[in-house]
């Protein structure tokens, strides 16, 4: 079977999108980095990666061993930071690896020169927050959390705003005046007061607020899907598909709705880059994840708090401001590509 090949048009897209420089790069840049955040676990860990202890290999990330495995006195998980414990996997011909970020985001250093929140040092680079966390591994993994959100709430609301738009164009009438009027009431819903009402009634989580976002994060995208059935419902290939016997599923999704992906794939990275502001704002407020759960948001608030540790406040901003650059330029770059009237 021949493999699939892109149509004319979507290579022509793809290069109008490699022309322009600063969005293309900052794909590269982006995708550079949602990557090293998805293995954050062997950048920043407070195990190590490996130990080779008398003669055998140990993998503390994938499995939890005992202290008395290597000479403690307790059966419990080891702590790879006592100094006991550490003294006995360094003791030659012993030795174990650790990550180029010996802690993870939870990990509480007691060991401080300076009270936390302690500022930058060899030990940590960017400083601790306020309960002697590095601030390195809470914005590593605090990005990580931010982008997986944003992606799944963006992938949510955009199903959820195709199939609203699609079924309001492609039927009209009634049925799109009926979609229309309950679209408006339910826009204007409070957001906030009921995020405000649930986060009282239920303990925060991740889940519940991926669903309470989602019930309205899919509206601004129904309309232009709908705008774009609209207009090319009363086409001619759509008469001849319909005149063929084609059902109303096949004309919705497989003639009109790639011709109605142009806005779609155009506002995707400003979704998400709005998803992600947010997130950080409710995580601001004490609205958004648990309190354990690392947060741009929360380190903002942990900022806020303590106005004499600079360091916790610039470096979450810095990756906040990186982060919303690069996908403003991707879609930048997206909206240039797929404008219509560059076609030729």
């Known amino acids: 079977m021949p493999m699939w090949s892109p149509s004319p048009l979507v290579r022509r897209r793809w290069r109008r999108f490699q022309a322009h420089r600063r969005g293309f790069h900052s794909l ?11 293995g954050a676990e062997l950048l920043a860990n407070d195990k190590p990666l490996l130990i080779h202890y008398q003669g055998s290999y ?3 990330l994938w ?3 005992p202290e008395t495995t290597f000479g403690g006195d307790f059966a419990t998980e080891a702590d790879y930071r006592d100094p006991y414990i550490l003294s006995r996997l360094q003791q ?23 009270p936390a929140p302690a500022p930058p040092d060899r030990q940590h680079l960017l400083g601790t927050d306020d309960r002697a966390r590095d601030i390195v591994a809470r914005l590593l993994y605090g990005f990580r959390l931010s982008v997986l959100f944003a992606l799944t709430l963006t992938l949510i609301g955009t199903l959820l705003g195709i199939l609203a ?3 309001q164009g492609y039927f009209g009438g009634y049925t799109d005046l009926l979609l229309q009027r309950l679209i408006e009431i339910w826009g204007s819903m409070p957001e906030l007061y009921l995020l405000i009402i649930f986060a009282s009634l239920f303990n925060p989580s991740l ?6 976002l989602s019930l309205f994060g899919w509206m601004s995208l129904a ?39 142009t806005p779609v794939i155009t506002f995707l990275p ?7 502001l947010a997130l950080t704002s409710l995580d601001f407020l004490g609205l958004g994840v648990p309190p354990s759960t690392p947060s741009l948001g929360e380190l903002l608030q942990q900022g806020k708090a303590n106005m004499e540790a600079w360091w916790i406040s610039l470096s979450t901003f810095t990756v906040l401001v990186t982060m919303m650059l690069l996908l403003n330029f991707i879609g930048e770059a997206l909206r240039d590509a797929m404008d219509p009237r560059k076609e030729s």
């Not at 889940?207 to 309470?212: C, N, R, S, T, Y």
């Open 223 to 261: 309309d232009y899907v709908r705008a774009e059935f609209l207009r090319a419902r009363n086409m001619a290939y759509v008469k001849a598909a319909r005149a063929m016997g084609a059902t109303d599923q096949t004309i919705m999704f497989r003639h009109l709705l790639p011709n109605a992906m």
């Open 270 to 276: 400003f979704r998400i880059s709005g998803t992600i």
């Open 28 to 38: 590269w840049i982006f995708a550079l980095l949602f990557v090293l955040s998805l």
């Open 207 to 212: 889940l519940l607020l991926i669903l309470l």
């Open 165 to 167: 738009g699609a079924v």
């Open 63 to 65: 499995q939890s061993y």
């Open 58 to 60: 140990y993998f503390p």
């Open 92 to 114: 030659s011909p012993n030795w174990l690896l650790f990550p180029p970020i010996p802690y993870r985001f939870d990990t509480i250093d007691g060991q401080l020169r300076h």
